[in-house]
């Protein structure tokens, strides 16, 4: 656990003494993907206890709304 610790702070030093312009692109090729990723990962499983528990709204007949949200292909 020290020597992640130790990674954890050279990296965020090395981070940090760059311009910022390279800062923000670093963080937004690292970042990104990341929280892409988790979102994805997130909504599998969501996905996955909503049909475990039967309460997926994508496969209701008559969606909960109101009827102008709808998109008319009733």
């Not at 130790?6 to 929280?35: N, S």
């Not at 990962?41 to 007949?61: H, M, P």
């Amino acid at each position: 656990m020290n020597t992640l610790a130790r990674w954890w702070d050279a990296a965020e030093l090395w981070v940090v003494g760059l311009p910022f312009a390279a800062q923000i692109t670093v963080m937004m090729l690292v970042a990104l993907p990341l929280c892409g990723a988790a979102a994805v990962a997130l909504d599998r499983v969501g996905g996955l206890v909503a049909d475990k528990i039967g309460t997926r709204t994508d496969t209701l007949d008559d969606p909960p709304g109101p009827e102008w949200a709808r998109n008319g292909d009733d």
